[in-house]
């Protein structure tokens, strides 16, 4: 049934809320009024009754008129824009451009008839200028002048087009995607870290041939254990994660004398020790180990440019480093909630948080401190990619959001939605909807703060990377939103100006030289992806996923071409475990299915024999009796059929994994994101074993569209002295 009063429909059209939508299975969907107003409540909009519905109305309507300028405008290169100006009625107005680079142009008036109106107790006219499409792409400013004041307001100019940077060349290229703490070595604390990244980089640029590794989001988590497991759930986006710092490999290590690198190294004996027969990730035991670490490197002191180099980190990171840093000092003292902490430290702009803040300078240094280490670290490893020829380099995951308890919940306050949540709606593979307990960003409060945040974050995530992959893109345009209590089938979605979000993401990655993958999977609006690609923003295509409009597997001729392509994901079992249908098993060992068992093994056997059958009639699988890796290497080689410019290959693949990293719907009741890598034999493998793999070097020379195999390089166990 429609909403019950026309109200309540204009504020949902105002503030872009869904009042329906198409479901999996293709049904219309209706969204009632208890969902929209619990969304709007979020907002901060009253729309509880018929009549402060109508008065948000009033005020929604009003609200334009009460600025002299929008406070963002934000427009595609080449494509003029119209720009409306409120001054009082018959006053002459003067409005220009003031370039990032310090230019100015003056704009010119174009015809307005919109009559004036009354405007608390001002009649208020309207006028209208043209911003030129030639202007350079940038973060400009628009300024007006009439009799007695002046205004400011923002000018976003984004480049039309994305593409390619310069150093991919035309040719396209593959790489490894994995998650970056199941990859440990014998020198990392229990979890794959930084130094292990930029290892994985060189060995897969020099003996792989590959062109980028793709991690998953390495954004900050708790300060403090309890840590939570999913990296795409963490307490701030725009910092990284300091447990991925590897200490023996910081600056001021070198510098300790040896009563303080034996405690360092006691630490990560007794750690080692710890987890000698543990069976996955234990990030509480490695933080607690490496936080020690961390702190007695730090108590040692900086020589006197290394604290030139950290005070202009802090300098240029400004107010959000200190605000985040001071959070982690204050769930140190006060707990993780901090919407449990005493009221007056609830808000960072406090007087008494900036008493806190003096109070344990020492504290916030040292959080301080952590971020630069590892912004160096994650550095290095780009640079160690760089160096050893790969064309990208460490391509950077996004997540979709924050927890509603998290830094920048905290840090931005009403910049996130409130009593509501990110998830999804139900699908194929998540029958009863998903709840992802993100605290969703306003798209209004975004707006008005000029997407400062999500500039900052996304400028952050590029400063050391070839590349990025924004998880759910589809979260640029619209989100779906969960009303606390109601569960995620009573959900709706919620539009962002995507033009806006969209606009920055191309501008900060042209200004890195770097490409942009979105994650575009699920249920998509068909005009999205075509959007995402007349920008120059790449898709994801999946294999088990790319089915024509009949339900047979789609040919790789036509398959996208802007789209990075592999045969699994993260949320799906490494190929190996999908084709022993892994996913279905575990889903109903779960309680996750709703349909029988047997029916969905069936189906998930009939998968399985579509895929052969195509193989075999393209000549991608021989044999009366492959096994399960021959026909992972023709479920790749069938990618390379495909004209999709960027080739992706999960390490797990690579080394012959069955594990899943994580099943969607669940929390615990699976180990999601503490599985480590392992072998065919469900036996953990260190990035050592990784180097010699023989799986790696057939699943490469398929990546490579090599004949033949090669054998493993020499340069793996010996170091070569001239060449034949």
Aim: with cysteine.
């Amino acid at each position: 049934m429609a909403l019950s009063n026309p109200y309540l429909a204009e504020l949902a059209a105002e503030f872009g809320i869904a009042t329906e939508f198409w479901d999996w299975k293709g049904r219309l969907t209706e969204i009632s009024d208890e969902t929209v107003i619990a969304v709007l409540a979020a907002m901060d909009i009253d729309a509880s009754t018929a009549e402060s519905a109508e008065a948000a109305v009033h005020e929604r309507r009003m609200r334009p008129w009460r600025r002299a300028l929008p406070a963002c405008t934000v427009m595609q290169q080449g494509a003029p824009q119209e720009v409306k100006v409120h001054v009082p009625d018959g006053a002459w107005v003067e409005v220009w451009v003031r370039l990032e680079d310090g230019g100015t142009r003056d704009l010119r008036q174009l015809s307005n008839d919109q009559p004036a109106r009354m405007v608390d107790d001002t009649l208020t006219g309207e006028a209208s200028f043209e911003v030129p499409g030639d202007l350079p792409p940038g973060y400009h400013r628009i300024g007006c002048r009439t009799a007695g004041w002046t205004a400011e307001a923002s000018l976003i100019v984004s480049p039309h087009f994305l593409g390619f940077p310069p150093r991919m060349g035309e040719k396209r290229v593959w790489g490894y995607a994995t998650q970056l703490y199941s990859v440990r070595s014998a020198d990392s604390w229990g979890i794959g870290d930084l130094t292990d990244l930029a290892d994985l980089a060189t060995w897969s640029a020099t003996q792989q041939f590959a062109s980028y590794v793709l991690v998953n989001p390495l954004h900050a988590a708790q300060p403090m254990t309890p840590l939570e497991p999913s990296p795409y759930l963490p307490t701030s986006r725009r910092y990284v994660n300091p447990i991925y710092i590897r200490p023996e490999a910081i600056a001021e290590y070198a510098g300790l004398d040896d009563r303080q690198r034996a405690k360092v190294a006691q630490l990560r004996g007794k750690l080692a020790k710890k987890l000698a027969n543990e069976p996955l990730i234990k990030r509480d035991e490695v933080w607690r180990a490496k936080l020690k670490a961390l702190r007695a490197i730090f108590d040692a002191g900086l020589k006197p440019t290394r604290l030139m180099s950290l005070n202009d980190f802090v300098r240029k990171e400004g107010r959000p480093l200190s605000q985040f840093a001071t959070w982690c000092a204050l769930v140190h003292e006060y707990g993780m909630n901090w919407r449990e902490w005493p009221i007056d430290l609830r808000r960072p702009s406090s007087p008494e948080v900036a008493q806190f803040a003096v109070d344990h300078v020492g504290e916030i240094v040292f959080f301080s401190w952590l971020q630069w280490v590892a912004d160096e670290q994650l550095r290095d490893a780009q640079s160690a990619a760089k160096a050893a020829g790969m064309r990208v380099g460490i391509m950077n995951d996004l997540a979709v959001g924050v927890s509603g308890h998290s830094a920048e919940a905290w840090m931005l306050g009403d910049t996130f939605a409130r009593g509501v949540s990110v998830g999804a709606p139900p699908d194929h593979f998540n029958q009863t909807g998903q709840d992802w307990g993100q605290a969703p960003w306003r798209p209004d409060r975004l707006g008005e703060l000029s997407y400062a945040p999500f500039r900052n974050m996304v400028a952050g995530i590029l400063r050391h990377s070839g590349g990025i992959r924004v998880d759910h893109i589809m979260g640029l345009f619209r989100l779906w939103w969960v009303p606390e209590g109601m569960g995620p089938t009573h959900g709706t979605y919620v539009r962002y100006n995507h033009e806006a979000m969209v606009g920055i993401l191309v501008l900060e990655a042209q200004r890195a030289g770097a490409v942009v993958v979105g994650e575009d999977l699920g249920v998509v609006e068909p005009w999205v992806r075509v959007y995402l690609r007349d920008r120059g923003i790449l898709g994801t295509s999946i294999a088990w996923f790319e089915r024509g409009d009949d339900g047979q597997i789609l040919p790789p001729e036509s398959w996208r071409d802007y789209c990075m392509a592999s045969v699994t994901t993260h949320d799906l079992p490494p190929t190996a475990g999908y084709l022993d249908a892994a996913h279905v098993k575990l889903q109903h060992a779960l309680g996750l299915l709703t349909e029988d068992l047997d029916v969905e093994l069936a189906g998930a056997a009939r998968e399985r024999e579509d895929w052969m059958r195509v193989l075999r009639d393209r000549g991608l699988l021989t044999g009366d009796a492959p096994t399960t890796e021959d026909i992972v290497l023709a479920m790749h080689r069938f990618l390379l059929a495909t004209p999709a410019r960027m080739l992706c290959a999960a390490l797990t693949d690579a080394v012959g994994d069955h594990r899943t990293q994580n099943q969607p719907g669940t929390v615990d009741e699976y180990p999601n994101w503490r599985v480590p890598l392992s072998g065919p034999d469900g036996e953990p493998m260190l990035l050592e074993d990784v180097f010699h793999s023989e799986h790696a070097l057939r699943l490469s020379a398929v990546m490579n569209g090599f004949v033949v195999p090669p054998t493993a390089h020499r340069s793996t166990s010996e170091f070569i002295i001239g060449h034949d």
